[in-house]
């Protein structure tokens, strides 16, 4: 099980972390990752991380968002800086085993089947003044 906590309203140009808490599996093995869904466009990943420590990120988050993961809390974050109105979304964690995926950007970019992973239960963010 997936459990988000974080999200919720950021000033444009502020920062947001979204926690993403898993249980009854270990992370350490797994391949992890944030998608976001804004109302009225497709789900999109925007930073994902392989069970190596390879990132992948999408071109509108580089430089802004981090992904990381605790292994010893089981805890994988997104971190949001430079926060902008277009980031408004529900966030999603998710992970993935690598009979699945076969790399970050795997994850991020292909068309994941939501059956084979763990979702978390979204997370809303919302970038305003």
């Known amino acids: 099980q997936l459990a988000q906590s974080g999200g919720g309203l950021v000033q444009p140009g502020g920062s947001l972390t979204v926690s993403c808490a898993a249980s009854r599996v270990s992370l350490d093995d797994y391949f992890v990752g944030w998608f976001r869904q804004a109302p009225g466009k497709e789900r999109e990943g925007i930073a994902c991380?392989?069970?190596?420590?390879?990132?992948y990120y999408t071109n509108s988050v580089k430089a802004r968002f981090t992904i990381s993961k605790d292994n010893v809390k089981n805890t994988v974050y997104l971190q949001i800086n430079s926060a902008k109105p277009e980031d408004t979304a529900l966030y999603y964690c998710?992970?993935?085993?690598?009979?699945?995926?076969?790399?970050?950007?795997?994850?991020?970019?292909?068309?994941?089947?939501?059956?084979?992973?763990?979702w978390g239960q979204g997370s809303q963010v919302t970038v305003s003044s």
């Open positions: 991380l392989s069970n190596d420590g390879s990132t």
């Open positions: 998710a992970v993935y085993s690598e009979v699945w995926v076969t790399s970050a950007e795997d994850m991020c970019t292909s068309d994941l089947n939501t059956n084979f992973g763990r």
